[in-house]
């Protein structure tokens, strides 16, 4: 059971390229969500999904786009990636979408954009 | 609006020191609350969480933290530190946001810990 897996670990983008980065899960979970983390600032949230074929903005979703075509998979876009999007991306699932359910993150995916 | 403040931003220890690393909240209802621990090159893991019954709740890796409703608090405790907890921990405030739960996290706290 490898839990929340996601590619690449690490990338750097030029100003204006697009990348996909990709998130599975195999805990079959139903939610699934996509964080930032910005040095010093807590986690925010970009989008979530709360299951196949349906998704959500969250927090800070300019700049990004998602799919939902399977339970296990939840892809995040960037188009035309911009400095402001350097960060580090962190994929998280839950089994529901409850106040109080347990969300399991990714190892997150460090991307730089000059 | 709701919020979670974490006051140390790094914190250093002996190993073998006690630990306790301070969250304060603010949430207008009673909250689910969450520290979850990111050790270096690795995603976020859940260390305990409360949201009713007994205010001391117990976690992983020997860890403990207490709610603390008239301080909006719930600072994470460690009777002794081992070289393995350095790591960064967060606070967060599970909300209900329509279709699913957000988690509103801290900035963060930094432990490192002296031999």
């Known amino acids: 059971n490898a839990g929340v897996t996601q590619t690449p670990k690490f990338r750097i983008l030029k100003i204006g390229q697009s990348m996909t980065l990709q998130c599975t899960q195999d805990?079959?979970?139903?939610?699934m969500y996509w964080y930032r983390q910005d040095p010093g600032m807590g986690l925010k949230l970009i989008y979530y999904?709360?299951?196949?074929?349906?998704?959500d903005k969250g927090e800070v979703p300019n700049g990004y786009n998602v799919s939902r075509s399977t339970t296990e998979d939840f892809p995040l876009r960037l188009e035309l990636a911009a400095p402001s999007q350097t960060s580090v991306y962190f994929c998280?699932?839950?089994?529901?979408?409850?106040?109080?359910?347990?969300?399991?993150f990714g190892p997150g995916t460090r991307l730089t954009v000059l | 609006a709701q919020s979670v403040t974490q006051p140390d931003i790094h914190i250093t220890v002996s190993e073998g020191a006690s630990l306790e690393l301070r969250c304060n909240y603010s949430?207008?209802?009673?909250?689910?609350l969450f520290w979850y621990v990111q050790s270096p090159g690795q995603g976020l893991q859940l260390l305990l969480k409360?949201?009713?019954?007994?205010?001391l709740v117990q976690g992983i890796k020997g860890f403990e933290a207490e709610f603390k409703r008239s301080q909006s608090s719930f600072n994470l405790r460690k009777p002794s530190v081992h070289w393995s907890d350095a790591a960064e921990y967060f606070c967060?405030?599970?909300?209900?946001?329509?279709?699913?739960?957000?988690?509103?996290f801290g900035t963060g706290t930094l432990l490192a810990v002296q031999p």
């Open positions: 998280a699932s839950s089994y529901r979408g409850a106040v109080g359910d347990t969300q399991y």
């Open positions: 805990m079959n979970h139903n939610y």
């Open positions: 999904s709360v299951g196949a074929g349906i998704t």
């Open positions: 949430y207008g209802a009673t909250p689910y």
């Open positions: 409360y949201f009713s019954g007994d205010t």
């Open positions: 967060a405030v599970g909300l209900y946001g329509g279709a699913t739960n957000k988690l509103i």
